[in-house]
């Protein structure tokens, strides 16, 4: 049996980059059971020992000492959430030193600013690529000359959460195009999509997984048989080699993953959210 | 005007954790106009060194020393990068010994897994959470037993973006409940949210805001009107007085913000994707 470790995510904002990296190196420790607290919105003294009340607690209900990853700026704060006795990793601290003297300037310290609305502007972006997203989901009212990017897939092989991830975190306009019968028929690019050819990027899967994915949205359906999925996998990738559509099977890739390659191989650059 | 200082975001994986944690650390340092590239999937020595040579260019080319956020875990392949004479911040470097020392046990280096698929049955409820937010999104079809949390707000207000973010980062179940005319006439719930009180969040915004945002949509619309806008948001906040509702006005406040204070408030815990 794994040995149990609390962790805590103490921040001054929303806790995201502290839980982000909290979880990319505690990924990295296979021989522990985290079980894990958030404590976002921690801006004052007094909501810092309250925290650091708790950490000390849980620490001693299980017998183990409390990693508390911190991404507080303030120092009376973080001061404070010290009192638990926790491991305190701070998620800045390391770096701000070396970025103070490379750039030649003190960092500011505000607090919670990482994830909070800087720019109006950027924000409304963001919200509309959203929107953009929904609407254009499953090609209900297509538009795809306002597209950064056009996903094309059979139904289901992922096209919608990519769509939505790609325009919450990089306000990037993802529509998506599901080929349908009347597509597989011919190996080559449906009518619509063959002027909007830079913006296409082709997701394909696994049978055997689409198949299991579809039974559970239709079970025993003709739709879900394990015959139908490879029939249209095989003539989606078909159509893609032919047409030459840069393409990503999804079977065993996150929609991250997905997201990552698709703004990496269409060349798109947008700041992250 | 600014200074410009080219970023480069290096990783063996998405990349995400280094973005992540590096825009946390840029936004403290105001003095700089930062650009960006991201270099994921940089998983071996070969392509890391495709990666520096380029970094070197964009430094010369910008007079700049160029700073590189590295989450490669490969020694090798952070040697390789390191070639590119810019300053690198290694994400995981500082925080590896302490949590090794802490543990008693030796990290693993696996290459790019913090946003990979490391289980299939957690990335399964994930998309699951996904599929519920948009098939539940303005109560098109609604069956709110199954619901973690309901989202409860005037058109516009920010329910449909936070509950995909909350199904795509927290696995969670969210619906959302459109507040319409006949729902604002009275102070009190619908009736068909009587049973889910502990699962529901209301939103509330600046009417000014609103009518900004309505007006995006349906320009010189009644929907957009200023006064209805007014007339809707105060109707809903007296609701969400009468019935205790927990409240949150999204005007000045992030999708990030929303969704961490939402999981906050009804106690919800749920792992960070």
């Given at each position: 049996m794994l040995a149990i470790r609390p962790v805590f995510y103490v921040s001054?904002?929303?806790?995201i980059t502290a839980e982000t990296i909290g979880h990319s190196l505690l990924t990295?420790?296979?021989d522990t059971h985290f079980i894990s607290e958030r404590y976002p919105f921690v801006d004052t003294v007094e909501r810092a020992h309250e925290v650091a009340a708790r950490i000390r607690a849980v620490g001693e209900q299980h017998g183990a000492r409390p990693i508390v990853i911190n991404s507080c700026v303030n120092s009376d704060v973080c001061a404070a959430v010290c009192e638990s006795g926790a491991l305190v990793l701070d998620v800045f601290a390391p770096f701000i030193d070396p970025l103070e003297r490379e750039l030649g300037q003190m960092r500011q310290?505000?607090?919670?600013?990482?994830?909070?609305?800087?720019d109006f502007d950027t924000y409304h972006r963001r919200i509309n690529a959203m929107n953009f997203a929904l609407t254009h989901d499953d090609g209900?009212?297509?538009?795809?000359?306002?597209?950064d990017v056009i996903l094309v897939a059979v139904?289901?092989?992922?096209?919608t959460p990519t769509c939505v991830y790609l325009a919450l975190h990089y306000g990037v306009r993802a529509a998506n195009y599901p080929l349908v019968d009347e597509d597989l028929?011919?190996?080559?690019?449906?009518p619509r999509l063959r002027a909007h050819r830079h913006k296409l990027f082709g997701l394909t899967i696994d049978p055997q997984r689409l198949h299991q994915i579809r039974q559970e949205r239709r079970p025993n359906s003709r739709y879900a048989q394990l015959e139908t999925c490879r029939r249209e996998v095989a003539a989606a990738e078909t159509m893609f080699r032919a047409e030459r559509v840069p393409t990503l099977s999804t079977t065993h890739t996150s929609i991250e993953e997905i997201a990552s390659k698709v703004l990496t191989t269409l060349n798109i650059r947008r700041e992250m959210f």
């Amino acid at each position: 049996m794994l040995a149990i470790r609390p962790v805590f995510y103490v921040s001054d904002g929303t806790g995201i980059t502290a839980e982000t990296i909290g979880h990319s190196l505690l990924t990295q420790f296979t021989d522990t059971h985290f079980i894990s607290e958030r404590y976002p919105f921690v801006d004052t003294v007094e909501r810092a020992h309250e925290v650091a009340a708790r950490i000390r607690a849980v620490g001693e209900q299980h017998g183990a000492r409390p990693i508390v990853i911190n991404s507080c700026v303030n120092s009376d704060v973080c001061a404070a959430v010290c009192e638990s006795g926790a491991l305190v990793l701070d998620v800045f601290a390391p770096f701000i030193d070396p970025l103070e003297r490379e750039l030649g300037q003190m960092r500011q310290r505000h607090m919670g600013r990482a994830h909070a609305i800087v720019d109006f502007d950027t924000y409304h972006r963001r919200i509309n690529a959203m929107n953009f997203a929904l609407t254009h989901d499953d090609g209900q009212s297509i538009d795809y000359s306002e597209a950064d990017v056009i996903l094309v897939a059979v139904s289901r092989a992922g096209k919608t959460p990519t769509c939505v991830y790609l325009a919450l975190h990089y306000g990037v306009r993802a529509a998506n195009y599901p080929l349908v019968d009347e597509d597989l028929d011919h190996d080559r690019l449906p009518p619509r999509l063959r002027a909007h050819r830079h913006k296409l990027f082709g997701l394909t899967i696994d049978p055997q997984r689409l198949h299991q994915i579809r039974q559970e949205r239709r079970p025993n359906s003709r739709y879900a048989q394990l015959e139908t999925c490879r029939r249209e996998v095989a003539a989606a990738e078909t159509m893609f080699r032919a047409e030459r559509v840069p393409t990503l099977s999804t079977t065993h890739t996150s929609i991250e993953e997905i997201a990552s390659k698709v703004l990496t191989t269409l060349n798109i650059r947008r700041e992250m959210f």
